[in-house]
């Protein structure tokens, strides 16, 4: 792939581009397998998480992927930091470049903000979520896995359930899915889903389309709680809506359909209790997948900070 | 430009065969595995333990890439590709050979080296190549090159194979 500096969205990135990062991912994976699970790939390198949302899985999957390719990581806690104290998005990226840091991870509430820094610094930033923009390494933990459950994602349809328009998860998995050559429905709460006039994407409101447009991939995304009980979302009703109760999992079993969530799960909301155990739930690969996506995309990002400019 | 051809590389790795069955198997302990180094010396590697296989001698066979390993990576602009390393076994108390192409600065095969122990304890190693064209820049030698070569320095030694270049020589 050509030199790139940055990861901020899916659509930044050629095809070509995204198909060295998908091949780049299995061969990371291979490293798990190893009695050393650590390569020296980035050995000597700074990776820095500047997360202004709070995370676990996502934070935590970047610090496994730069400790196995021997980066030193630096963790930013932003509720213990300047910013609670005022300190500017700016500011904070000076006193951070001054620490000489060579990849920054930055998830934000608003979107724009990692561009904005990827802007301001020689270092590589990457985009770990902006709002309801983009989350570029979600997106291809997701078509990894689904490249490696099917051996090709070209010809396989996924629906996304869910409050599909706020959702940074939605935007970036669906487009590296469909440039990968699948196809995508969206189906959820008539409101949170975008009209199929604008994203191109088949818009469903109930399970009974969503079965008829024969998927191959259920890909629930997390209710947040914050948007809980609001008009939007009657929290008791959802589950009967538009979760995968114990029914619609046996329908799923009797169609060998997968499921896939970009976590963490809600049980009960989003899904049942008994869907966690299916033969066919890709959640536990999702994770794995999601540290090998990381090391892939970190090996293939080259910072400007040489001659320790 | 000098040229060694197909049917000469062909004789060469019949040569390289009878030194592994006559040298190398008899010194090896624990069992005998060829490693090859992705691309070109895996391509090798797996005419070698065809070869042994075909003479009666069963050889495992593993492919490393060494790519996550080299010195020079945060030296380049682009990141090459990877490969997978497939090794399906533990090189624990085993004799290894591992197999490149082309012998050059050391710098590969000191990276080899680092893959390998990462993957276990073998009991031996040996380095063995299709040709050694000098230049070391590290304290490390092949046990066994098929070609031994003395062109100017800077010269480009490449070995093409059929199966990944559509066409099989060594120029330089």
């Not at chain 1, 934070?59 to 963790?75: G, K, M, N, P, Q």
């Not at chain 1, 990894?144 to 940074?168: P, Q």
């Not at chain 2, 495992?60 to 380049?76: N, Q, V």
Request: hydrophobic share 40%; glycine share 6%; net charge neutral.
């Amino acid at each position: 792939m050509n030199p790139r500096k940055d990861l901020i969205t899916i659509d930044s990135l050629s095809d070509e581009d995204i198909r060295t990062i998908l091949d780049s991912t299995s061969a990371m994976k291979e490293i798990f397998t190893k009695s050393v699970k650590k390569v020296p790939a980035l050995k000597g390198k700074s990776v820095l998480t500047l997360f202004y949302e709070p995370s676990t899985r996502t934070r935590s999957s970047f610090e496994v992927a730069a400790h196995r390719l021997s980066a030193d990581v630096t963790t930013f806690t932003v509720s213990t930091s300047s910013v609670v104290k005022g300190e500017s998005v700016h500011d904070t990226i000076d006193t951070l470049m001054s620490m000489k840091m060579d990849y920054i991870i930055v998830r934000h509430k608003n979107s724009g903000i990692p561009a904005v820094i990827a802007r301001h610094c020689k270092a590589s930033v990457i985009n770990a979520g902006d709002g309801a923009h983009a989350h570029p390494s979600q997106a291809f933990l997701d078509a990894f896995t689904i490249r490696e459950k099917y051996g090709d994602v070209a010809g396989k349809r996924v629906v996304i359930i869910g409050d599909i328009l706020h959702s940074r998860v939605a935007r970036s998995t669906s487009t590296i899915l469909r440039r990968l050559g699948a196809d995508v429905a969206y189906m959820g709460p008539g409101p949170l889903v975008p009209q199929e006039q604008h994203t191109g994407i088949p818009r469903f409101t109930d399970w009974e389309q969503v079965f008829r447009w024969k998927p191959d991939v259920i890909y629930l995304l997390r209710v947040q709680n914050e948007r809980m009980d609001t008009p939007f979302f009657p929290r008791g009703d959802y589950h009967q809506a538009f979760g995968v109760t114990e029914e619609r999992l046996r329908r799923i079993d009797d169609l060998n359909l997968s499921i896939m969530h970009p976590g963490p799960v809600n049980r009960g909301v989003e899904i049942c209790d008994a869907a966690m155990d299916y033969r066919n739930c890709l959640i536990n690969n999702q994770v794995e997948n999601g540290i090998a996506a990381r090391m892939s995309i970190l090996y293939h990002l080259t910072p400007q900070t040489q001659n320790n400019d | 430009m000098p040229t060694i051809n197909k049917a000469e590389i062909e004789q060469a790795l019949d040569a390289w065969v009878n030194h592994l069955l006559q040298h190398t198997v008899p010194q090896a302990t624990g069992k005998l595995a060829i490693v090859g180094l992705i691309t070109h010396g895996d391509v090798l590697a797996r005419r070698l333990v065809h070869k042994l296989a075909a003479a009666g001698y069963e050889a495992e066979y593993g492919a490393i890439d060494i790519t996550l390993y080299r010195d020079d990576l945060s030296l380049r602009g682009i990141r090459p590709a990877l490969s997978s390393s497939y090794l399906p076994f533990s090189p624990d108390d085993m004799t290894l050979v591992l197999v490149d192409d082309v012998c050059n600065t050391g710098r590969t095969a000191r990276a080899a080296m680092e893959v390998i122990f990462e993957y276990g304890r073998p009991s031996r190693v040996e380095l063995q190549c299709l040709v050694d064209r000098g230049e070391r820049q590290l304290p490390i030698q092949p046990n066994y090159a098929a070609f031994t070569l003395t062109a100017p320095q800077n010269t480009r030694v490449q070995l093409r194979l059929t199966d990944i270049d559509g066409e099989e020589n060594i120029t330089y």
